[in-house]
């Protein structure tokens, strides 16, 4: 009873001629796998949406404490606007990808009522979702990785809200451009650029370059990222490696850690918080990559449905895992609007703790002072 299908027979061998890229028909235990899937997709959209709703109401809701004077209410007025940091403008962009990748997993309830997976307009929209969110959410995440190294590593680099837009606008058109080129070539037949793979649709067999090109090589590529630099900058969160903050291939190793002489306030450990983005990217993202290599994406069925669809589980709830991470590393975005007004009204301009652009000019301060005293002959 476990392996039956809704499929009819026509169905079941058109799937077998065809290698399941025309139709899949799902059993099932698959379709209960790809119930926690949509579940999880489902937890992950609620709050992605809750997040952007209060980012966005947050701006428009009025202040009555600070609105204390007419000149005090202009300027209330002025400072609220929804980028406040660089590191805005890659958060966005990375909630608005997990919002696509969200709802590309909530769209499995079509193939959970049909009990199958079939070429047409909604695969190809369920595949365009999901090629948009996870490559869209991977390079969002190497931004993130890269700006905070190099911030923390540094200092704020040289027009970084310049780089920061055009960074995130080369990563939107980049998909936008790459999805609608191979959508348009790639539209009918055996051709087709999106079709059922194993349990859901995707990029399909014929295309494995496009697949590589237009997703695994960015997740790969920001997961090695993302490793490279949580290695270094926890070595220089523990005092053992510091980077000269006017030449940027200079750099020393410490066998005892100087933390205490280069951190004395703790902004070291409240700027590395940034990187745990990349880190839960590399904890979800790596068993979902091996297990859809080695199965070569679902066309060799050399491991069991179960090990997929229990990893694409914990893959979905990713937008969820960068809420809970944003809640707790960049709240200033969230619930501290009307207090950052008071302190504009105020005259007391004082960033959040956790402003890595802020934190990244005084870390190189403190590295700097620091090394004239190691220069000097102190410890």
Not at 344 to 352: A, E, H, S, T, Y
């Amino acid at each position: 009873m476990s392996n039956s299908t809704l499929c009819t027979m026509a169905e079941k061998a058109l799937s077998e001629s065809s290698g399941g890229s025309s139709i899949s028909c799902l059993t099932r235990d698959e379709t209960i796998g790809l119930a926690v899937i949509t579940e999880s997709g489902f937890i992950s959209l609620v709050a992605v949406v809750g997040v952007l709703a209060l980012i966005f109401v947050s701006i428009n809701l009025p202040d009555v404490t600070s609105l204390m004077t007419i000149t005090a209410q202009r300027n209330a007025i002025r400072s609220r606007r929804l980028i406040r940091q660089t590191t805005d403008i890659y958060m966005i962009s990375l909630f608005l990808f997990d919002l696509v990748a969200a709802i590309g997993k909530t769209i499995f309830v079509k193939w959970l009522h049909e009990g199958k997976v079939y070429t047409g307009g909604f695969c190809t929209a369920q595949g365009v979702l999901m090629q948009l969110g996870d490559a869209g959410s991977a390079l969002a995440t190497l931004a993130i990785a890269i700006h905070t190294f190099v911030v923390v590593m540094w200092g704020l680099y040289r027009r970084p809200y310049f780089i920061a837009y055009t960074a995130v606008g080369i990563t939107w058109l980049f998909l936008a451009i790459f999805i609608a080129v191979h959508v348009t070539a790639h539209n009918r037949g055996a051709s087709l650029f999106y079709t059922p793979v194993g349990y859901w649709c995707f990029i399909g067999n014929n295309h494995n370059i496009e697949r590589y090109t237009g997703q695994y090589v960015w997740i790969l590529l920001t997961m090695f990222v993302s490793l490279i630099t949580y290695t270094l900058l926890s070595f220089w969160a523990r005092g053992n490696l510091t980077v000269s903050p006017t030449h940027w291939w200079k750099f020393r190793v410490y066998a005892d850690s100087i933390v205490q002489e280069v951190d004395p306030d703790g902004c070291r450990r409240r700027a590395i918080g940034m990187i745990a983005y990349p880190v839960v990217f590399i904890i979800v993202s790596l068993p979902l990559t091996i297990i859809r290599l080695k199965t070569h994406f679902g066309s060799v069925g050399n491991l069991s449905p179960n090990f997929t669809l229990a990893v694409e589980s914990i893959y979905a709830l990713a937008g969820a895992f960068n809420v809970l991470l944003f809640i707790f590393t960049r709240s200033d975005l969230l619930f501290s609007r009307n207090l950052s007004d008071r302190r504009v009204i105020l005259g007391m301009g004082i960033p959040g703790i956790s402003d890595t652009d802020v934190i990244g000019q005084d870390l190189s301060n403190s590295m700097l002072n620091a090394g004239e005293k190691l220069q000097g002959g102190q410890p």
